[in-house]
């Protein structure tokens, strides 16, 4: 009678352990695939590469810093003293972020824009009186009527910049431009700081700026 009670119980018990397995069974997998996910998100891999990257810079050498400093103050150093020279010969003249240069050579007005278009630079072309008046050193030191990058060779008249733009400044002689025999079509910047249109093909002096 006392065996009849419990069977039922290790029946029912039976019941919930097969039912409980195969619930089980069903939701292992999704479980250990997340998990997989998991861990592969936070994968040693990861980690490995970022340990990787911290091992693999070259242990921090404050001595080679230190030479580095040492170097590149040296190199200041001397771009100050050649910049110096350059200024004290009248080579280049500095305005704010503009920077005009000379070699001294002379050039009609076609050769002049070849050549500081070769040098990386372009031909002078003062945008303001300061501009204007800085230029000017390098003319006056030279002695030569110097180049501006402004025409009117593609309209007679109509002064404008290499880049067609029309002119946003000027600084004319009295009386000028006058387009003599109308083959005045470019312009120079005479010692006193001064404009004048004058013909292309004669030389002047080539002054390029940055
Ligand atoms: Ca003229």
């Not at 998100?41 to 693999?56: I, N, Y």
């Not at 300061?130 to 025409?151: F, T």
């Not at 002689?173 to 001064?194: L, R, S």
């Amino acid at each position: 009678m006392h065996q009849f009670q419990i069977c039922p119980v290790l029946i029912v018990a039976m019941i919930c352990l097969t039912l409980c397995h195969s619930v089980m069974m069903e939701t292992l997998p999704l479980c250990i695939g997340i998990q997989g996910m998991q861990e592969s998100q936070g994968s040693p891999g990861k980690v490995g590469q970022k340990e990787a990257k911290e091992d693999s810079g070259a242990p921090f050498d404050m001595s080679r810093v230190l030479a580095l400093e040492k170097q590149l103050a040296a190199l200041q150093q001397s771009l100050t003293f050649y910049t110096n020279v350059l200024q004290f010969l009248g080579s280049i003249c500095k305005d704010g972020n503009k920077t005009f240069i000379t070699a001294g050579k002379t050039a009609n007005f076609s050769s002049a824009k070849s050549e500081c278009s070769l040098a990386g630079y372009q031909l002078s072309a003062p945008k303001t009186e300061a501009e204007n008046m800085v230029m000017q050193r390098i003319v006056k030191k030279y002695d030569k009527d110097a180049w501006l990058a402004i025409s009117d060779e593609k309209m007679e008249g109509t002064f404008v910049y290499l880049d067609d733009k029309p002119i946003s400044y000027s600084n004319w002689n009295p009386g000028e431009p006058n387009g003599e025999h109308q083959a005045e079509d470019c312009v120079v910047m005479q010692t006193t700081g001064k404009w004048n249109d004058s013909i292309c093909t004669e030389k002047g002096l080539v002054i390029c700026e940055t």
